[in-house]
Structure formats: C-alpha cells, structure tokens
C-alpha cells in the first residue's frame, strides 16, 4: 500500500471556559450598627472577624468595599440573603453585585 502523506489528526481538547466572576460589594449607611455589619460578614460570607471589622470600616470611610469575589450566582445569592438579613432587622444595609474587570 502506498501513504499518501497525510499525518493523523491530533485531538484538540477544549477546556471549558472559566465562569465569569462578580464582587459583591457592601454599600455603607449611615444607620446600620457596626458590629451587626461585622457579624452578618462573618455569617454570610465567612469572613474572620479582623477581616470583617477592615470590610467594615473601609465601607464606612470610602462609602462601598468589596466583600468577595464568586461566581455570578453565588454573588447575586449571598448579596441577597445578606440584604434580606439587614432588612429582617430594621437596617437599610445593602449589598450589590458588579462583573469583575
């Protein structure tokens, strides 16, 4: 038999692309107690405590700070449940999710 010259195809694998990630951030408020914000930190997001206080005061002094970075979802989830447990309690606290650039 003669070869025609042609080389075997090699397989080309595709990794599946990585999920785009969005930061929830904590917007400040001027009514919203600092050591309620400091606990739903540490609550919702499992922050540590030194962590959650810079969170915090960060959002306090420069008016927004991200908290974590996620998967779209689970950043639209978290800063929903985080929002509702500021609402259950009185507190206009609020938490927004953009795209990380």
């Known amino acids: 038999m003669a070869e025609t010259g042609t080389k075997p195809r ?3 694998v595709l ?6 990630l969005h930061k929830v951030i904590l917007v400040n408020d ?3 107690p600092r ?6 930190l540490k609550a919702e997001f499992r922050v540590p405590e030194a962590q959650a206080n ?7 002094t420069k008016g927004a700070c991200v908290v ?6 689970v950043a ?3 800063a929903t449940r985080a929002t509702e ?3 259950n309690k009185g507190y206009p606290l609020l938490f927004t999710t953009e795209p990380e650039e």
């Open 54 to 60: 810079v969170i915090m005061l960060t959002a306090h």
């Open 10 to 12: 090699t397989k080309t």
């Open 15 to 20: 990794k599946p692309a990585r999920p785009p």
């Open 35 to 40: 050591d309620f914000v400091v606990r739903l």
């Open 85 to 87: 447990a500021a609402r």
């Open 30 to 32: 001027d009514f919203t």
């Open 68 to 73: 974590a970075v996620f998967t779209k979802e």
């Open 76 to 78: 639209e989830e978290k």
